[in-house]
């Protein structure tokens, strides 16, 4: 690949997204970016176009992956496909099977949109360790590419709508099985929990559940108990390396450290005195499903380096979080 190429990038305005075609940008691609319109009619794409280089090298597109067909226009010349976009619904608005369809039969749309295409010689899709860590392992094993969440065990175990979970599994085993069925070139990103700064509009949730101890989010410290996580500039450095390294193939989980909620008290308590940190007394009595770590050791074989640490993340979170008022 040249860096003149022409990419696509869906889900552009999403937080792995929008950082990833800054990145592209930076490196001389040629960027479509599709964006999903939403209800009224108009979204905000102003912080991408002011990219540098945007305004030379980006073409916002919109498409949708409720309707079939929507993705040919930003697919069109592109030499390479990265699938960000994903339905999420947390709140449990719409079925499961709903929200599973549409992943699932989008992405299809999209694979096969590119066998149309002639040109593109790679899809990258980002699936999410939420397609790795739900199956029963011991929360001490640190899981590696050949590990699939059970769709069966986390309809029976999670207590809140598994329809992101369960649709990442089957959209990325859909992805992996297409592209051996159709000889298309196909690699999987699996980040575990995204945190860092941000360039979006819309405060990212990975990062607003990183950051619960410090805005007082008590509903989110379950998750804290024990967390994988990876810089927003790591994952979208891994997107790039995975898309220009002819060599690589399949899985490839992208995760750079692991903290418990002792760890990060202690952590957040020690650089950041300026927030009411919460006492290790207040996760006493929380009852959660501790999830095993994750191991990057076959992204970091094939030559990739992680260049965040953790203090990173967190002065790149919160300072995005003071530029956009939430903090």
């Given at each position: ?9 869906t889900g552009?305005?999403g937080?792995?997204g ?19 319109v ?11 176009r002011?990219?540098p280089g ?6 916002i597109v919109?498409?949708?992956?409720s309707?079939?067909?929507s993705f040919?226009?930003?697919?069109e ?8 976009a ?6 449990g608005?719409e ?5 599973v369809?549409r ?5 299809l749309?999209l694979l096969r ?11 990258v899709y980002?699936?999410s360790?939420?397609a790795?860590?739900f ?12 590990s ?26 859909a ?8 000889g ?5 990103v699996?980040?575990s ?11 990212p949730g ?11 989010n008590?509903e989110e410290?379950?998750?804290?108990l024990?967390?994988s996580l ?29 903290m418990?909620?002792e760890?990060?008290l202690?952590?957040l ?7 009411s ?10 009852k ?9 050791q076959?992204?970091?074989?094939a030559?990739?380096?992680f ?19 939430y903090?």
């Amino acid at each position: 690949m040249t860096n003149r190429d022409r990419v696509c990038v869906t889900g552009g305005t999403g937080f792995i997204g929008s950082w990833l075609i800054m990145r592209l940008l930076r490196r001389g691609y040629v960027v479509n970016a599709t964006v999903r319109v939403n209800p009224v009619g108009s979204k905000d794409v102003g912080f991408l176009r002011s990219l540098p280089g945007a305004e030379e090298n980006l073409r916002i597109v919109v498409s949708d992956l409720s309707i079939p067909g929507s993705f040919d226009p930003a697919i069109e010349g592109c030499v390479g496909v990265f699938h960000v976009a994903t339905p999420v619904d947390f709140e449990g608005k719409e079925p499961e099977e709903v929200v599973v369809k549409r992943t699932v039969d989008g992405t299809l749309d999209l694979l096969r949109a590119c066998l149309r295409s002639g040109t593109v010689k790679r899809f990258v899709y980002t699936s999410s360790a939420s397609a790795v860590v739900f199956n029963g392992a011991e929360p001490g094993e640190a899981l590696d590419e050949s590990s699939w969440s059970d769709v069966d065990y986390l309809r029976r175990t999670m207590t809140f709508p598994v329809s992101y979970m369960v649709s990442k599994t089957l959209a990325e085993k859909a992805v992996l099985e297409f592209g051996e069925e159709h000889g298309l070139d196909v690699v999987t990103v699996i980040p575990s929990f995204v945190h860092g700064p941000f360039i979006c509009p819309k405060f990212p949730g990975s990062v607003r559940t990183c950051l619960a101890m410090i805005m007082g989010n008590e509903e989110e410290y379950p998750s804290l108990l024990k967390i994988s996580l990876v810089h927003v500039d790591d994952v979208a450095s891994a997107h790039i390396f995975l898309f220009e390294n002819s060599d690589v193939k399949g899985r490839y989980i992208c995760s750079s450290h692991d903290m418990t909620a002792e760890d990060t008290l202690r952590f957040l308590s020690d650089r950041y005195p300026e927030f009411s940190i919460p006492p290790v007394e207040s996760l006493k009595g929380i009852k959660v499903q501790l999830l095993p770590g994750l191991s990057s050791q076959k992204l970091m074989a094939a030559g990739f380096k992680f260049e965040y640490g953790v203090e990173e993340m967190f002065n790149g979170a919160i300072q995005s979080c003071r530029e956009k008022g939430y903090l």
